[in-house]
């Protein structure tokens, strides 16, 4: 039983509000992509945004930080109405205390990893965090393809975490579609991210239907 999260990051951001509301109904999270322009190139999103979208909808929002230093914005983006955040393995020189700092900020907490990056580097983690994000794609842009090479890695975190005995969410984070979604969802995804697959379509909300009910397993 997987939930979708849809990624603003692909919206329409003069009319960010009304796009939200457009897909509300079949979302369980709105995904906010926070760039810095030094872990990744581009410069985007923040606390303001954060900010200004949370009187619009009370769907839980994850903050999904690509930056260096991470745990440095904790505590504004909390107070801003972050609800969860997580940060990539790779921008810390070790996980637990940004971990910890995001537990004390009151937040659910993540850790997201890149292509690259061994899946096994998250295992010494696992039990400490609510969930495990898996790029698809390099990130910083929306609109890439989606790598296959992610599947075997979905498999093998869900191996990972169910042999463990957790239930930390598996997230798949980049080029999700309808026509790619269900392999996600096979191979051991519990939450679908998507922006273009939902906000690049000609019926966002349809989209969104349609993804929310892959991810469901009831299609
Ligand atoms: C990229 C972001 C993704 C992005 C996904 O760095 O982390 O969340 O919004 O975009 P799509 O779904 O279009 O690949
Ligand atoms: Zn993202």
Redesign the pocket.
């Known amino acids: 039983m997987g939930s979708l999260s849809a ?1 603003i ?2 919206a329409d951001l003069a009319h960010l509000a009304d796009q939200v509301k457009a897909v509300e109904p079949f979302v369980d999270m709105f ?1 906010i ?1 926070i ?1 810095d322009g030094h872990f ?1 190139p581009p410069i985007a999103l923040g606390a303001v945004v954060v900010a200004s979208l949370r009187p619009v909808t009370q769907v839980t929002f994850h903050g ?1 930080l ?1 930056v260096d230093a991470p745990a440095q914005y904790f505590d504004e983006l909390r107070e801003a109405g972050l609800d969860i955040v997580s940060f990539h393995l790779e921008a810390v020189p070790e996980p637990a205390p940004a971990i910890a700092k995001a537990r004390g900020a009151g937040m659910g907490v993540g850790l997201t990893i890149n292509l690259g990056t061994p899946v096994i580097a998250v295992a010494p983690y696992l039990e400490d965090i609510d969930d495990l994000m898996l ?1 698809s ?1 390099e ?6 393809p989606l790598s296959p090479s992610v599947y075997p890695r979905l498999e093998e975190a869900r191996r990972m975490i169910d042999a463990a005995g957790l239930q930390v969410a598996l997230e798949i ?4 579609k309808i026509e790619n979604a269900k392999a996600a969802v096979d191979a051991g995804a519990t939450v679908l ?5 939902i906000f ?1 379509q000609p019926d966002p909300a349809g989209a969104a239907e349609q993804l929310s009910m892959i991810a469901e397993g009831a299609a």
């Open positions: 990624s990051l692909g995904h992509d760039m990744v999904h690509m790029m794609i990130p910083g842009w929306s609109g890439q984070d980049g080029g999700v991210i998507a922006a273009s697959g690049g």
